[in-house]
């Protein structure tokens, strides 16, 4: 499925349609340059989850855990990891096969690791029609994921 959203509340309405739809176990693997609103996004899925908790990258920390939420939310940010055992470090597995949704950004940084079954999204600019214009793409891989048919603009 591709979107093209012109302001930051469409990605934000699109995170939290899905965020509205994932399951316990849930994987989302979230790719993009900078800037290009994957912290938009991940607010909308943590709103979707019905997560009352301020949302930031967890850019120094690896992961933050919100659990206020329908579901626990396990939300990475890998970007600065050098080596992607350093994320086994924290329990990677406990997280992603245990209870809650774990949302991954930069997750083509660790993709050895990522299970066969996931939600991938990635977002892009596209500086040739406007400044804030952006392509939003998701992607399931799983049967369990077929629920993002339900997504729309």
């Not at 965020?19 to 176990?25: C, D, E, W």
């Not at 299970?115 to 049967?143: C, F, S, V």
Request: net charge negative; charged share 20%.
């Amino acid at each position: 499925m591709e979107f093209i959203v012109n302001n930051v509340e469409q990605t934000i309405s699109i995170g939290k349609q899905l965020g509205s739809l994932v399951k316990n176990g849930d994987i989302i693997c979230l790719t993009g340059n900078l800037g290009t609103g994957k912290t938009h996004i991940s607010k909308g899925i943590a709103s979707g989850l019905n997560i009352t908790e301020h949302i930031t990258s967890p850019t120094f920390n690896i992961v933050n855990e919100y659990h206020s939420g329908r579901i626990s939310l396990y939300h990475f940010d890998v970007y600065r990891v050098n080596d992607p055992t350093e994320i086994d470090a924290i329990g990677f597995d406990e997280y992603i096969f245990g209870n809650g949704v774990s949302l991954i950004e930069w997750a083509n940084y660790i993709e050895e690791l990522i299970p066969q079954e996931y939600i991938y999204i990635n977002i892009k600019k596209l500086p040739e029609i406007g400044e804030n214009y952006r392509k939003i793409t998701i992607k399931a891989y799983g049967d369990r994921y077929d629920y993002i048919k339900e997504i729309e603009l």
